[in-house]
């Protein structure tokens, strides 16, 4: 198994800690005041976020570009993003429908990826996308850490981060509807 599936398969296994950290600070699992279990899985986040970056550098840069990372890179960014959001909701920072709608957007364009992998076609990630993923995160850091003095960044932050998923849909729909066209 080359470096960036390693790295792959760390980030999934980060969402573990990292889950764990952020709702048992939240629910008291380590006593009053763990305001440093938000920050501890802050850091995860951030490691297992920076790690994306990694592994796709490394894999393009080296061609080392495998089936498993195709596979499991989007699906492990997926994982972490998902598991964090849902975790947000709990804890009373995201309401539930932005997180709806946007794992809805992932849904759809994974289904939409399995038949244009079906009918032979590759369809690579857009910009609206990778613009998508970046907003996400770093609303999602803005949320975990829960800073009062930054409620407004963070909330233009989401909505941001809301418009963004809502746009890369439609372009990545407009873009690739002929695959819906083509299917067998």
Known sequence: MNLPNKLTIFRVILII???????????????EGAAWADYSALAIFIVASL??????????KYHMVTDFGKFMDPLADKLLVCAAMIALIEMGRI?????????SREFIISGFRLIASDNG??????????????????????MIANLPQLKLLTDIV?????????????????????????TK
């Open 158 to 182: 989401m909505w941001v981060a809301l418009a963004l998923t809502v746009v890369s849909l439609a372009d990545y729909l407009v873009k690739n509807r002929s695959v819906m066209k083509n």
């Open 121 to 142: 076609v590759v369809i690579a990630a857009s910009y609206w996308g990778k613009f998508k993923t970046t907003f996400q995160m770093v609303m999602i850091c803005l």
């Open 17 to 31: 800690p990292f889950v764990v950290l952020l709702l048992g600070g939240h629910s008291g699992w380590f006593g």
């Open 51 to 60: 790690t994306d970056l990694i592994d796709g550098k490394i894999a393009r």
């Open 95 to 103: 309401p539930s429908w932005i997180v709806i709608v946007i794992i």
